[in-house]
Structures are given as structure tokens and as C-alpha cells.
């Protein structure tokens, strides 16, 4: 059997529920502000000129070109809202008013981890799509970068400095090499790689510096937005850490099938844990594409695992599963057609990943593509649409993909097609809810 969570004060069900409308209506009173910061500094959708494979996206933009400008990073509104809801049950416990928080390091560090990482990672990438549009604005903002550049990497060596010299990383670093005595020696030397890497860039001069991060950061062409290298990185780094705390420190070294048992993976379980995180968080990426339905298809996922946690006795993990989903139905409020503001990718990848993530902790991560059907498919249609494309001399097999934009392109409309997937997405919850409770 998997190792448990370690155990946390029981929350009651009035309890779970009241922090998600907590959430609900924190975030409901928190979006005419942040709406109003977002039209104020211009932070809108950039149309989208190219598909995936670089041709012209006709169809998104035969359906979709009256929305450009439409406000977007809605994603920081969401967790922000969450993480004020965690601090809040954390103030209250502090006062004594409470008797238990919502920031548990069994149930929470690690979701919430995830869901701010990805969310800052997101973030930049929709900073940089907006900015990146206005070439004037994007050499104004240079200079900035590289400060805010060298200072995270001195910041990484500091971090990683006291970290050492107060032997916390030197213990985390010695555990997958137990029994050699020189292993904290890693933890030096990439404190020392930190510190030549700060050096070094803070050696060069600024002209170059800005070209370095022009074609690191940034990606050139017409498709803006963070670099594909330090994207791609910073996923595998984050879902790395986060699949390292499940095998290292929780022990974590399988997964349950339903109706069959354990099947261990041993040191498998990482680059497992990897692939489910980044998979998912992409994968919710994609379906964010029209009005409603990646936020809809989210309160149902996080709605089910709640309920999944709650049964396995996670309630603290179910209170956070509750205020994701009070968070995001607050800015699904306003998301609905026709969108007051879109999320992005400041809130479609932490979410993915923090989904990935209590997947994971509730050992029921087989359950996830059903679950999580419809994004599933949504990331299957872009699959098959470019292996088509590669494979067939340009033949498609959607009129567009992903597979929302094709429903669109046969004329259902944008509101039909996004209540239709709902319905598909709940069905599927409800099945995988009835196998995590009675599969076992």
C-alpha cells in the first residue's frame, strides 16, 4: 500500500463548504478592481496570427477576432484568491477564532506550491505575449528584465547558501544518495553554479545581456510570449521537485488501478509524477480557448477530487479542492459568454498542475484522464491534427484544432459548445467519483 499523508485535524463538511464561499465571494468582490487594473495598464488578449505548427488560424480568427483586447491574466484574480483564503483560515487560527487552518504542510504545501510556481511561470508568459507585441515597449522593458534576471540568481545563491549552512539542503540532497559521505558536496557546488552563473551575466555588458535575453526569453516571429527553452525548463524543474517530495520524503513508489491493486513503479514513480503534472497543466492550457470552458470544466475536476479527498479522509485537502473551486466559480462569473476577461495562461497552468498534483496525493491519479476527460481530449486533437499534418502532407483531420475550435467551425457556436463539453466533463466526473469511492 502507499504511505499516508501524515494525519491533520478533521474539518467538517459546513466548514469545507464555507470556505469555498468564502472564496466565491472574495473573488466576486475582488474582479471590478482588478478588471479596472487590467483595462488601466492595457493587458489584453493578443490576437492569435498562427496555429501550432505556424499556418494561419483562420478559423480562431473568423470566430474570435472581436475579442482581441478582451483582458486577460484573469489566472492571478484565481489563485490570488485562494491564497488569500488559505492566509485568511491561517489569521483566524492564529487568533484562536478557528480552531484549524487551511495551511497544513501534509495536505497543502505542495498543491499550493505548484499553483503559485505555475502561476508566476504563467504569468510571465502572458506579460511577455502582451508586451512582446509593441517592439517600443518590449526595449523599454529590457533593461528591467535583466536586473529582475540577475537579481534571481543572486537571490537562488543566497537562498541556497543558508540553506546549506543551516544543513537543511544538505539532508534533502543526501537522500537519494544515502550512504556516501561526501554528497553534500552537490549541495555546494550548485550553490557555487548559482554564483559563477550570477557573475557571469553580471560581467557582460548591457547591450549584450539584452541580447542574450531577447533570444532566451522571448520568442521571435509573430508567436510572442515566453521562449519555448526556459518554458519548457522551468516545467520540467517545478514538476520536478514536486514528483522528488512525493518519492523522497512521502515515499510514494505506485499507483492504484481500480478493481486491481498496487502496481509499483519504484524510482519510475518521478519521471511519472512529471509527465502526469506537465501533461495536465498543458493540457488545461489547451482547452482554455473559449468563454466558460476551461473555468466550468475546472470546478467540476476540483469538485471531484474534493469530494475524493474528503472520503479518503484528506479533509484539509478537500477544503482546498472546495476553495479552488469557489475561486474559479467567482471568476467563471464574469468568464461566461461574452468573457469580461480571460485567464491565460496565468491561471490554466497552475491550476492544470495544482489538479496534477492532488491527483497525485490522493492516490487516485489513474482516475484523472476520466475525470479530466474532456482536456484529455482537447490535447489529443492537437496530437493527432499535427501528426496528421506531418504525416499526410498537410491533410487535416479537424477543420481546426484543438477540438473545441472544430465544434465551432461546424457552426454550433461558441455557447453551445462550451455547455455540451460541460456536460461531457461531468458525466465523466461523476463516473470517476463513483470508481475512486467504490474501485477499491
Known amino acids: 500500500m502507499l504511505p499516508l499523508?501524515?494525519?491533520?485535524?478533521?474539518?467538517?463538511?459546513?466548514?469545507?463548504?464555507?470556505?469555498a464561499f468564502f472564496a466565491f465571494v472574495l473573488g466576486l468582490?475582488?474582479?471590478?478592481?482588478?478588471?479596472?487594473?487590467?483595462?488601466?495598464?492595457?493587458?489584453?488578449k493578443q490576437l492569435r496570427v498562427e496555429t501550432v505548427d505556424g499556418r494561419e488560424a483562420s478559423v480562431f480568427r473568423k470566430y474570435h477576432e472581436k475579442k482581441f483586447g478582451t483582458p486577460?491574466?484573469?489566472?492571478?484574480?484565481?489563485?490570488?484568491?485562494?491564497?488569500?483564503?488559505?492566509?485568511?483560515?491561517?489569521?483566524?487560527s492564529y487568533l484562536g477564532i478557528l480552531e484549524t487552518s487551511l495551511l497544513q504542510r501534509g495536505q497543502v504545501y505542495i498543491p499550493l506550491f505548484m499553483l503559485l510556481s505555475?502561476?508566476?511561470?504563467?504569468?510571465?508568459?502572458?506579460?511577455?505575449?502582451?508586451?512582446?507585441?509593441?517592439?517600443?515597449?518590449?526595449?523599454?522593458?529590457?533593461?528591467?528584465?535583466?536586473?529582475?534576471?540577475i537579481g534571481v540568481?543572486?537571490?537562488?545563491?543566497?537562498?541556497?547558501?543558508?540553506?546549506?549552512?543551516?544543513?537543511?539542503l544538505e539532508s534533502l540532497l543526501t537522500i537519494p544518495f544515502a550512504g556516501r559521505p561526501n554528497s553534500g558536496v552537490i549541495g555546494l557546488g550548485i550553490l557555487l553554479g548559482f554564483?559563477?552563473?550570477?557573475?557571469?551575466?553580471?560581467?557582460?555588458?548591457?547591450?549584450?545581456?539584452?541580447?542574450?535575453?531577447?533570444?532566451?526569453?522571448?520568442r521571435e516571429g509573430k508567436k510572442r510570449g515566453l521562449g519555448v527553452l526556459p518554458k519548457i525548463t522551468s516545467l520540467l524543474l517545478l514538476s520536478f521537485v514536486a514528483a522528488g517530495w512525493f518519492y523522497f520524503k512521502?515515499?510514494?513508489?505506485?499507483?492504484?488501478?481500480?478493481?486491481?491493486?498496487?502496481?509499483?513503479?519504484?524510482?519510475?514513480?518521478?519521471?511519472?509524477?512529471?509527465?502526469?503534472?506537465?501533461?495536465t497543466a498543458n493540457a488545461v492550457n489547451v482547452t482554455d480557448g473559449l468563454d466558460g470552458l476551461a473555468g466550468g470544466l475546472l470546478v467540476i475536476a476540483f469538485s471531484a477530487f474534493g469530494v475524493l479527498a474528503f472520503m479518503g479522509d484528506l479533509s484539509i485537502l478537500a477544503a482546498f479542492c472546495a476553495v479552488a473551486a469557489g475561486a474559479i466559480a467567482a471568476f467563471l462569473w464574469h468568464n461566461v459568454p461574452p468573457a469580461l476577461f480571460f485567464m491565460g495562461d496565468t491561471g490554466s497552468l497552475p491550476l492544470g498542475g495544482a489538479l496534477a498534483v492532488i491527483a497525485l496525493m490522493?492516490?487516485?491519479?489513474?482516475?484523472?484522464?476520466?475525470?479530466?476527460?474532456?482536456?484529455?481530449?482537447?490535447?489529443?486533437?492537437?496530437?493527432?491534427?499535427?501528426?496528421?499534418?506531418?504525416?499526410?502532407?498537410?491533410?487535416?483531420?479537424?477543420?481546426?484544432?484543438?477540438?473545441?475550435?472544430?465544434?465551432?467551425?461546424l457552426e454550433w457556436g461558441e455557447s453551445k459548445v462550451t455547455m455540451r463539453l460541460w456536460i461531457v466533463g461531468g458525466f465523466c466526473a461523476m463516473l470517476g467519483v463513483i470508481l475512486g469511492v467504490y474501485g477499491w
Not at 499523508?5 to 470556505?19: E, F, K, N, Q, V
Not at 489566472?75 to 488569500?84: D, E, K, M, P, T
Not at 540568481?153 to 537543511?168: E, N, T
Not at 481500480?258 to 518521478?270: D, K, N, S
Open 5 to 19: 499523508l501524515p494525519p491533520r485535524p478533521d474539518l467538517s463538511l459546513l466548514a469545507i463548504l464555507g470556505y
Open 250 to 279: 512521502n515515499g510514494y513508489d505506485g499507483i492504484i488501478i481500480p478493481f486491481w491493486g498496487e502496481i509499483p513503479l519504484g524510482w519510475w514513480y518521478i519521471p511519472f509524477a512529471m509527465l502526469v503534472i506537465i501533461g
Open 29 to 44: 468582490a475582488l474582479t471590478p478592481g482588478f478588471v479596472s487594473f487590467l483595462r488601466r495598464n492595457k493587458l489584453g
Open 195 to 218: 554564483l559563477f552563473i550570477a557573475l557571469l551575466f553580471l560581467g557582460f555588458s548591457g547591450a549584450l545581456m539584452d541580447d542574450v535575453l531577447r533570444r532566451f526569453v522571448m
Open 118 to 149: 505555475l502561476g508566476i511561470l504563467g504569468a510571465v508568459d502572458d506579460y511577455l505575449n502582451i508586451v512582446g507585441a509593441n517592439e517600443e515597449q518590449w526595449n523599454r522593458l529590457l533593461p528591467k528584465v535583466r536586473k529582475w534576471f
Open 153 to 168: 540568481i543572486c537571490l537562488a545563491a543566497v537562498a541556497l547558501a543558508a540553506a546549506y549552512w543551516f544543513g537543511s
Open 72 to 92: 486577460t491574466m484573469g489566472g492571478v484574480l484565481i489563485w490570488g484568491s485562494i491564497v488569500l483564503t488559505i492566509a485568511f483560515s491561517r489569521l483566524m
Open 362 to 409: 490522493t492516490d487516485q491519479v489513474i482516475l484523472l484522464p476520466l475525470i479530466g476527460f474532456v482536456f484529455v481530449i482537447e490535447m489529443l486533437s492537437v496530437i493527432i491534427q499535427l501528426t496528421s499534418k506531418k504525416l499526410r502532407g498537410g491533410k487535416k483531420v479537424f477543420r481546426a484544432a484543438p477540438i473545441h475550435h472544430h465544434f465551432e467551425a
